[in-house]
């Protein structure tokens, strides 16, 4: 079993739609997660980070926690065609980490 | 957050060669760490180079396949050696952020292709 599993997608929505992301995870040693943006043909970008069970919102991102269930999401309000790109979470541990397969997100104008 | 300067940003190999890839950052760090994208896949760390020691390896890799050096703070090499076309991949170098800027920051990557 993988630590990190992330719902594989790809997903397609449409401009101005809500966007939900989820990642599972089964390390319990996690001290803090992350999601990543990648365009094509670039090295990933850090969106948020998170190191506590919540919500943690910046601007139309919000990066949510529950470790009770080992669940992060992240939530695009108002998605744009900008936003299309592949996410990545991870969860960290003694400064390594763990980063799911992604999920590949179109936004259609 | 620092810059990373990455260098190829991509490549074609015949197998059996060796490539050289460069990462230079814009501040001093204490580690580097080196990744690998495969197509459609997540990213696996490679080994964590500190500078001054040897490189950490990761279960899977192995020295002599991907030597690494990191002759200061800012700057580091990864080779992939003796390449096969199952080395074909995104290479990426990174480093970690510090407070208040947590998480990674990474190269664009090199897109390596062996044929």
């Known amino acids: 079993q993988k630590e990190v599993e992330q719902d594989p ?25 992350m999601w990543y943006r990648q365009y ?13 069970s919540g919500n943690k919102e910046d601007g139309r991102f919000t990066a949510q926690v529950d470790k009770s269930s080992k669940y992060i999401s992240l939530f695009i309000r108002d998605s744009q065609p900008s936003d ?23 936004v259609k104008p | 957050s620092a810059v990373i300067s990455q260098k190829p940003s991509r490549d074609i190999c015949q197998r059996g060669t060796s490539l050289t890839i460069q990462c230079q950052v814009d501040s001093q760090v204490t580690m580097m760490f080196w990744y690998r994208q495969q ?7 490679i080994a ?21 050096s990191r002759p200061n703070l800012t700057f580091s090499t990864l080779t992939v050696s ?21 998480g990674y920051t990474f190269g664009s990557g090199t897109r390596l292709t062996v044929v």
């Open chain 2, 48 to 68: 964590t180079a500190n500078q001054g020691s040897e490189a950490t390896y990761e279960s899977g890799f192995v020295i002599d396949k991907f030597p690494i």
């Open chain 1, 84 to 106: 299309s790109a592949t996410y990545l979470c991870a969860g960290t541990n003694a400064g390594k980490s763990t980063f799911g397969d992604g999920t590949t997100l179109t």
């Open chain 2, 82 to 102: 003796n390449m096969s076309p199952e080395d074909s991949s995104i290479y990426l170098c990174s480093v970690e952020g510090s407070y208040p800027n947590y």
């Open chain 1, 9 to 33: 997608g790809p997903l397609s929505v449409p401009e101005g739609a809500i966007v939900s992301l989820n990642c599972t995870y089964s390390n319990s040693a996690f001290q803090y997660f």
């Open chain 2, 39 to 45: 197509p459609g896949q997540s990213l696996t760390l």
């Open chain 1, 40 to 52: 094509s043909r670039k090295g990933p970008e850090l969106l948020m980070y998170t190191y506590s």
